[in-house]
């Protein structure tokens, strides 16, 4: 038996707006702590050998308190039994002087990565990740206006693009504030794989709601003689609902997977996908769908 989702919409509707509304708070209060791929610094992973017994706050307090080091971040990879450490741009000269005194300091040990990264490539990543974030959602809504323009009644082609850009903003600035609440409580920072997480969100999401919006043309195509557009929404749920759901559990037990028992450099990357896994989901069932119904004619609502 089939059940009425369509029934609930303004709910729905009403819930996501409270999330979004939050996201939109969080984001200029408490703002994005960019890190060293946007901003320019160091990105600096040594490793304590001989049993040398080390912790991260006793690597922040010498950097701080010794070296004068202020703005860093120290976190621990417990797979390698290393230390990842972020700090601003420094010249090798003190990278040197910066590794004599750690060994001085705490005994032996190895440096297993160092890379550093200048202003101007920083900003010039900046400027790509954000060309490509629009560009991507340019694409998307281009190339749903063209996929639907078959069934331009009782809505324009062009609005499934509209609705399914909506849509993306919701399942996007979720996951944003989501992570800047992380941010301000952990202290990590937005760096490229960010980036490539909300890409990840943006291409998962937009998949599930097309699959949705597809299911709803084919609908209206075959109900043109009757053509009842909340029982149409609400037929083409219930013939979607299954596969999104066990499309997104598998995806969702993979993440869960890697988030527990992958490297811990990943661990947030892997969480932000996870969330906006959750709300694309949900959005392309329930948020899609209900702004469908919404900008309908009146006389096509009921």
């Known amino acids: 038996m089939n059940k009425n989702f369509v029934k609930y919409r303004n709910y729905y509707l009403i819930f996501s707006s409270l999330l979004i509304l939050a996201s939109?708070?969080?984001?200029?209060?408490?703002?994005?702590?960019?890190?060293?791929?946007?901003?320019?610094?160091?990105?600096?992973?040594?490793?304590?050998?001989?049993?040398?017994?080390?912790?991260?706050?006793?690597?922040?307090?010498?950097?701080?308190?010794?070296?004068?080091?202020?703005?860093?971040?120290?976190?621990?990879?417990?797979?390698?039994?290393?230390?990842?450490i972020k700090l601003s741009h420094i010249s090798e000269e003190e990278h040197g002087q910066y590794f004599s005194a750690l060994k001085n300091k705490f005994g032996e040990i190895e440096e297993m990565q160092y890379q550093t990264i200048g202003p101007s490539i920083g900003q010039e990543l900046k400027q790509k990740a954000l060309w490509a974030i629009v560009l991507v959602l340019l694409g998307i809504s281009l190339y749903v206006a063209f996929a639907f323009r078959k069934v331009s009644y009782p809505v324009k082609s062009w609005k499934y693009g509209v609705i399914t850009l909506i849509a993306l903003f919701h399942d996007v600035i979720i996951p944003i504030g989501f992570y800047v609440c992380l941010s301000k409580i952990?202290?990590?920072?937005?760096?490229?794989?960010?980036?490539?997480?909300?890409?990840?969100?943006?291409?998962?999401?937009?998949?599930?709601?097309?699959?949705?919006?597809?299911?709803?043309?084919?609908?209206?195509?075959?109900?043109?003689?009757?053509?009842?557009?909340?029982?149409?929404?609400?037929?083409?749920?219930?013939?979607?609902?299954?596969?999104?759901?066990?499309?997104?559990?598998?995806?969702?037990?993979?993440?869960?997977?890697?988030?527990?028992?992958?490297?811990?450099?990943?661990?947030?990357?892997?969480?932000?996908?996870?969330?906006?896994t959750i709300?694309?989901?949900?959005?392309?069932?329930?948020?899609?769908?209900?702004?469908?119904?919404?900008?309908l004619p009146k006389e096509f609502r009921k």
């Open 24 to 84: 939109l708070i969080i984001i200029p209060v408490f703002g994005l702590k960019l890190g060293i791929d946007f901003t320019g610094g160091t990105l600096w992973q040594i490793r304590p050998t001989n049993n040398v017994q080390l912790d991260s706050n006793a690597i922040k307090n010498f950097f701080s308190d010794e070296l004068g080091v202020k703005n860093l971040t120290v976190y621990p990879e417990s797979d390698s039994n290393s230390f990842s």
């Open 186 to 276: 952990i202290g990590i920072d937005v760096n490229i794989n960010f980036v490539v997480a909300v890409l990840v969100i943006v291409g998962f999401s937009v998949h599930d709601t097309i699959v949705v919006f597809d299911r709803i043309r084919e609908n209206l195509l075959l109900n043109r003689v009757k053509l009842d557009m909340p029982a149409i929404v609400n037929q083409s749920l219930n013939q979607t609902m299954a596969r999104s759901i066990n499309t997104s559990l598998t995806l969702i037990i993979v993440l869960l997977t890697m988030f527990f028992f992958g490297p811990a450099i990943l661990k947030y990357f892997i969480l932000t996908i996870l969330v906006g």
């Open 279 to 295: 709300v694309g989901t949900y959005s392309s069932i329930f948020i899609a769908s209900s702004l469908l119904l919404l900008i």
